[in-house]
């Protein structure tokens, strides 16, 4: 049986930059997932700040420029063909754009600077001590009222969790690769996803949608709309 490769994380998606935006919204038919994320954001806020985590080719904040058209957007991801596409689709936006190629795990946002945080397809590659981490610091870097959302494959039960986290690692030692980001699915259960984001911090979390094997979920600094505590 021959080997199976598995690929370092930015060179994955380097080779998939121009024709990532063709393959979600044309392949997977992801318009609806991305008008959902959008619905996500409250509407009575004028100037934004928002962090975007594995932002790709920027997908997601196409439909946030509608809403907030003077956002303050920066954009976080491994890739730099990734990036070049998302410059070149919002160049109309350079001035509100701040784009950094690097693993957001590495990167020190500073506390209470964004009023949202996002990530989209992009974290069910990670472990969850890498997640939990993560999750702490963006709970630091949102403002009081600030929210995190995020829109990412998920799995049904906690089993299927385990079986993809034992393929990864069967995949990992086949390969002999120990550190490093590389491109393998291994998607939580909403269960697991719902017990970081509460050990983050967060004290009002909240599944917005649920697909087969999509969830969006929507995580409040401080509580839900109505919590006055």
């Known amino acids: 049986m021959s080997e199976q490769r598995i690929e370092e994380m930015s060179d994955f998606f380097n080779k998939r930059a121009e ?3 063709d393959h979600m919204l044309i392949e997977l038919d992801l318009n609806v997932f991305y008008d959902e994320i959008a619905k996500c954001f409250p509407v009575d806020r004028k100037y934004v700040k928002l962090l975007d985590l594995g932002c790709g080719t920027g997908l997601e904040i ?4 509608k ?3 003077n956002a303050e957007v920066t954009g976080v991801d491994l ?3 990734m990036l070049n596409v998302l410059k070149e689709k919002y160049k109309d936006k350079e001035k509100q754009i701040n784009l950094i190629c690097k693993s957001y795990f590495d990167i020190d946002f500073g506390a209470d600077t ?3 945080a996002l990530s989209t397809y992009s974290l069910h590659h990670f472990s969850a001590k890498l997640k939990l981490s993560l999750y702490k610091k963006i709970y ?4 009081y009222d600030g929210i995190y959302i995020e829109g990412d494959y998920t799995v049904k039960t906690i089993e299927e969790e385990r079986q993809y986290i034992a393929e990864n690692e069967r995949l990992r030692k086949e390969n002999s690769v120990n550190d490093g980001f590389y491109h ?3 998607p939580f259960a909403i269960q697991t996803q719902i017990d970081l984001f509460k050990k983050a911090g967060f004290r009002n979390v909240e599944v917005r949608n649920q697909w087969d094997n999509t ?3 929507v995580c409040h600094k401080v509580g839900g709309l109505n919590d006055n505590t």
């Open 19 to 21: 024709t990532y935006d």
């Open 62 to 65: 196409e439909r946030l420029f």
């Open 67 to 69: 809403i907030y058209p």
């Open 79 to 81: 890739s730099i063909e």
């Open 114 to 116: 964004y009023d949202f």
């Open 140 to 143: 630091t870097t949102l403002k």
């Open 184 to 186: 393998y699915d291994t």
């Open 215 to 217: 969830s969006i979920i």
